[in-house]
């Protein structure tokens, strides 16, 4: 079994910045594809931005050029920098990953959730 486990989420200013995380743990042979989805009330849920495990990334139009995803593969983590924060980001960002365990089979996990509020 695998565990994802978000952090870093919160209530922001317009124009501000949050850097979210998101750490796997568990039974990890090797961690392929990793995302951020985010689904606001009311809304479905939307991939946000992705990052293929040789660092290819890409990225929903509304957050090109103000959201960044890294990884660091030595610490199983996957980041997500959020700058130039609009009230329109407001949502549960939830991170997802493709993940090989012991058996090298591959499975699809989820985390719990951080929510980010852009509010003034």
């Known amino acids: 079994q695998v565990q994802l486990v978000e952090s870093g989420g919160g209530l922001v200013q317009p124009g501000g910045s949050l850097r979210l995380s998101c750490a796997a743990s568990?039974?990890?042979?090797?961690?392929?594809?990793m995302a951020w989805y985010r689904q606001a009330p009311g809304k479905q849920r939307e991939l946000v931005a992705r990052i293929t495990s040789g660092g290819s990334t890409n990225y929903a139009d509304s957050v090109k050029g103000r959201f960044t995803i890294s990884r660091d593969n030595a610490k199983n983590t996957v980041y997500l920098q959020t700058n130039s924060l609009k009230p329109e980001d407001t949502a549960v960002y939830y991170c997802?990953?493709?993940?090989?365990?012991?058996?090298?089979?591959?499975?699809?996990?989820w985390g719990q959730g951080t929510q980010v509020t852009v509010s003034s």
């Open positions: 568990g039974s990890i042979f090797s961690i392929n594809a």
């Open positions: 997802h990953g493709y993940i090989r365990e012991l058996d090298h089979k591959e499975y699809s996990y």
